[in-house]
């Protein structure tokens, strides 16, 4: 079985939308700006006033590598596989790995969607797919 995320209260909401497969985020109610990781505090203004909110869920990829040797057996059967990060349309960068296409064919600025994994009745885990 592979490792499930250990969650902190902050992040709590991030993950009750990702059961619903959407990729919500923090985003400041004063100046708007999206953020990840979570935080308590707006690192643009300092606000402490925030909204979890759905994003596009689309973005670009800007880096990825190849794992070729496993740090858990449970990942054994996904060799090689990407672990990879996308620059989100609304400006934070997450890191999932890439489904749906060959390792070979990911390309830096290549287009990308979130789509999710259910992994068990409580996590959805967040992936991403060529758009
Ligand atoms: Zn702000």
Redesign the pocket.
């Known amino acids: 079985m592979k490792p499930l995320p250990k969650v902190l209260p902050l992040e709590r909401p991030y993950w009750e939308h990702a059961k619903a497969h959407r990729l919500a985020l923090q985003r400041?109610a004063?100046?708007s700006?999206y953020r990840f990781p979570a935080s308590p505090v707006?690192p643009?203004?300092n606000?402490e006033q925030s909204e979890w909110t759905p994003t596009s869920g689309r973005g670009e990829l800007v880096s990825w590598v190849i794992f070729h040797k496993s740090y858990f057996r449970s990942f054994d059967s996904d060799l090689p596989y990407n672990v990879a990060l996308i620059r989100l349309d609304e400006g934070p960068v997450m890191c999932a790995n890439v489904v749906g296409i060959d390792n070979q064919a990911l390309a830096m600025g290549m287009r990308l969607k979130a789509c999710f994994d259910d992994i068990n009745d409580e996590f959805s885990i967040l992936r991403f797919q060529p758009e």
């Open positions: 400041c004063r100046c700006q707006c643009e203004c606000s």
